[in-house]
């Protein structure tokens, strides 16, 4: 059931640390994959290491021109539209509310909102154009559920996130085309690794049941389970992987 043998997947931020796993973890599955960042070096040697049936291709999620363009060479790479999307590609800007500036608002924005709706809707297309089921996984947060000092653009951008998921889910169903959400606690990535360090971070560990951060590799189950046909009744879910921060009050 977890089998992806014989689709396709698209992986925006796939430079990263989460995007990088996701698509080693959808190749690992039997899936052909289309590796999508700005950092082309990044993805061109991911795209080596994963050997065939992976292709890295440019893509800037807040460049709506970049988005079709890099469909189209997914699907002249791989042979079809891609059936499984993962949203992944975001940013944080970290300051004091009182401190953040109206391009640090919208720069947060155009990645992790306009960008995940705008690929999303661009897949969605070509999916109902070819009357192909697929399945979008929208890279949420936990901090779309809760917050913390000194993120506000990237809280609401991942409540949005959460939302246009639901939205997504009602109205693509007619399309056989599934979306969810997951929504991965706290990792240490490139965003945050130095915060985690500090006091501040290891206090907000602390915080956590489990007593500790995430790793991608928490996220590989929950991924396969929304992308392959083990999860073909699951439309509008968020999958919280977060070590339990979620329902601590603290």
Known sequence: MFSLEG?????TG???VLGSHFARVLHGAGAQ???AARRMEAIAALAAELGQGAVAVPLDVTDPASIPAAFDAAEAALGGPCDILVNNAGIAVTKPLLQQGVDDWDGVMAVNLRGCFL????AAKRLAAAKQPGSIINIASVLGQRVIPGVAGYTAAKAGLLHLTRQM???L???SIRVNALAPGYLATDLNREFFASEPGQAMIRRVPQRRLGNPDDLTGPLLLLAS???AHMTGATITVDGG???NPL
Not at 119 to 122: I, K, N
């Open 229 to 231: 046909s083990a999860g």
């Open 245 to 247: 921060h979620s329902i």
């Open 33 to 35: 994959v289309a590796l």
């Open 173 to 175: 169903a007619r399309h």
């Open 7 to 11: 689709r396709r997947a698209f992986v």
């Open 14 to 16: 796939a430079s990263g």
């Open 169 to 171: 889910a009602v109205e």
């Open 119 to 122: 690929v999303g809707q661009e």
